[in-house]
């Protein structure tokens, strides 16, 4: 069966290190992959989606890169900050068939240190 | 203000009891869905929606049922609500449903079964 993991136990940086976030997949052949951050008592909010022919993608501090040969995605923060503390989630998808739906990982908790 | 909310925030009710999550997107997005989240399991897919009047189940749908008579509503409705359904459920829309596309969601309600 297709399967996300991301790392269950949360990830504790120093502020201004670069936090880096694993997601890895088994069964699947995503064509997609986005990456969502959720605060305490919020819903997600959507930040990068990386497609599969695309093996890195930036955006501000943040960098997405997409491995299909290892079934892994890691995100990275730069110069992390004490407001980068959130839970990350990752959410392969494998193209525009069949459902439109997203499964999402159970995501991994970032706290920064000041 | 554009955006999705979901009413209510929090609800307590008793098992048996018929409950019902609202959710209302301002966007006009075609594609809306009904996920679960819990400590353990991550975010998982009730129902979504394509368009008006179109619904489909998701990975856990028994024990739920939805309804889509206009674009920006999307209720959740809990028959005969049980124990095991205490959760925060999170409602989200996409504009075309495909797979590359983000999905935005709402703040979601806390519903507590005793």
């Known amino acids: 069966s297709q399967k996300i993991e991301q790392n269950s136990e949360a990830l504790n940086i120093q502020e201004g290190k670069t936090a880096t976030l694993t997601c890895n997949y088994t069964?699947?052949?995503?064509?997609?992959l986005q990456w969502y951050r959720q605060d305490p008592g919020r819903g997600p909010v959507f930040l990068l989606l990386i497609r599969e022919n695309e093996k890195e993608k930036r955006k501000e501090r943040l960098k997405v890169t997409f491995d299909t040969t290892l079934k892994q995605s890691l995100f990275h923060i730069t110069a992390s900050q004490p407001a980068d503390s959130a839970t990350y989630l990752c959410a392969p998808s494998e193209g525009d068939t069949g459902r439109r739906a997203l499964t999402f990982g159970s995501g991994t908790r970032l706290q920064v240190q000041p | 203000d554009a955006g999705i909310t979901q009413s209510p925030r929090y609800k307590i009710t008793e098992t048996g009891r018929q409950v019902t999550l609202m959710c209302h997107q301002t966007?006009?997005?075609?594609?809306m869905f009904w996920y679960r989240q819990d400590l353990g399991h991550g975010l998982r897919l009730i129902y979504y929606s394509a368009a008006a009047d179109i619904t489909d189940k998701g990975e856990v749908p028994d024990g739920y049922v939805v309804s889509r008579s206009k674009t920006e509503n999307f209720p959740l409705t809990l028959e005969s609500a049980t124990r095991s359904q205490t959760s925060v459920y999170f409602c989200?829309?996409?504009?075309?449903?495909?797979?590359?596309?983000?999905?935005?969601f709402g703040d979601g309600t806390r519903l507590s079964i005793l």
């Open positions: 966007w006009s997005h075609s594609y």
């Open positions: 989200a829309s996409s504009d075309a449903g495909y797979s590359n596309q983000p999905q935005h």
């Open positions: 069964n699947y052949s995503p064509a997609y």
